[in-house]
């Protein structure tokens, strides 16, 4: 078993004490009734896609309770992590993730994301997807977990750099980070900032494009 597919049995174990719900609140204009009765009825690691998709867009909004998301949590963010194209987004998700007061999850449960989010940055950078990179470190942000370890390993590979690079070198002169999902203030957003205005990384796209900030 690669390190992705353990990190995401891990993440699975540490929420499966989390019982399933016997029932669903949720405004009728953003989830069927129908839909409730699938996600009451299917064994979580069978919910597909489209079973998830108006539960977890809405999730802690409209849609839901601390209790009932965090047994389904495993199985939507698996499906991030395998379905790049998938709504919702992560962003989406860790707006929600972090809305169940994440600083008082037993210390399995955070460990748990923490190693999952490890193992999608090596994922992302392993298989050269770096378009991803941006969305992935932005959760981690969003979830107010530390991002200088993720940012540490995409540091390594100068051609994940660049791309992340381009993906914020608009923003970059106003201290700012591209992606449209940013709230601000945000701690983990002013590291990633100081990240891009620091040396070393600086050197990188600077060769690259003869570029300085």
Request: glycine share 2%; proline share 4%.
């Amino acid at each position: 078993m690669d390190k992705l597919s353990n990190a995401i049995n891990n993440f699975y174990q540490a929420f499966a004490d989390v019982s399933a719900p016997d029932h669903i609140d949720g405004c009728p204009c953003c989830i069927t009734e129908k839909e409730i009765q699938t996600l009451l009825t299917t064994p979580l690691r069978e919910l597909s896609q489209d079973d998830l998709a108006s539960y977890a867009s809405s999730a802690l909004l409209t849609v839901g309770s601390d209790s009932d998301y965090l047994y389904y949590l495993p199985r939507i963010v698996e499906i991030s992590i395998s379905d790049d194209s998938w709504w919702p987004d992560i962003e989406v998700t860790a707006r929600a993730i972090e809305s169940t007061n994440i600083e008082s999850w037993p210390e399995k449960r955070r460990d748990a994301l923490i190693e999952l989010l490890d193992a999608v940055i090596d994922h992302i950078l392993d298989s050269s997807a770096y378009d991803l990179i941006d969305q992935w470190v932005y959760a981690a942000a969003r979830m107010k977990l530390d991002v200088r370890r993720l940012l540490a390993k995409i540091e390594r590979n100068a051609d994940a750099v660049l791309e992340y690079w381009v993906d914020n070198a608009q923003n970059l002169h106003e201290e700012r980070l591209g992606n449209a999902f940013w709230e601000l203030p945000n701690e983990g957003h002013d590291e990633i900032v100081r990240w891009f205005q620091s040396e070393p990384i600086r050197k990188i796209y600077s060769e690259a494009y003869g570029y300085g900030m």
